[in-house]
Nanobody, 111 residues
Framework: QVQLVESGGGLVQPGGSLRLSCAAT????????VGWHRQATGKQRELVGT???????NYADSVKGRFTLSRDNAKYTAYLQMNSLKPEDTAVYYC?????WGQGTQVTVSS
């Protein structure tokens, strides 16, 4: 089992950037797919993207070209680089790995 802690959220203006981190405990992280999800107020949780242990990535159409997933298996950490942020990106962002969820980090895009 792994434990996950997200960080890096905050308030940013439209067009701005943020980098989220997902720090894991447990060696299982290095061999597992990491998924980033988000949930806006009043909406269902949706998948943002996934990254495999060998750095293969997939993205939701809504974030392609703006968001980039990466990971450092030696540091048990995954990253979500978010550029050209839009107000509709406002949500709580969660990482998921090996059956476990982090607590989430709030991202607010507003002028």
């Amino acid at each position: 089992q792994v434990q996950l802690v997200e960080s890096g959220g905050g308030l940013v203006q439209p067009g701005g950037s943020l980098r989220l981190s997902c720090a894991a405990t447990g060696r299982l992280f290095s061999f597992s797919v990491v998924g980033w999800h988000r949930q806006a107020t009043g909406k269902q949780r949706e998948l943002v993207g996934t990254i495999t242990s060998t750095q293969t990535t997939n993205y939701a159409d809504s974030v392609k070209g703006r968001f980039t997933l990466s990971r450092d298996n030696a540091k048990y950490t995954a990253y979500l680089q978010m550029n050209s942020l839009k107000p509709e990106d406002t949500a709580v962002y969660y990482c998921y790995c090996a059956g476990c969820w982090g607590q989430g980090t709030q991202v607010t895009v507003s002028s």
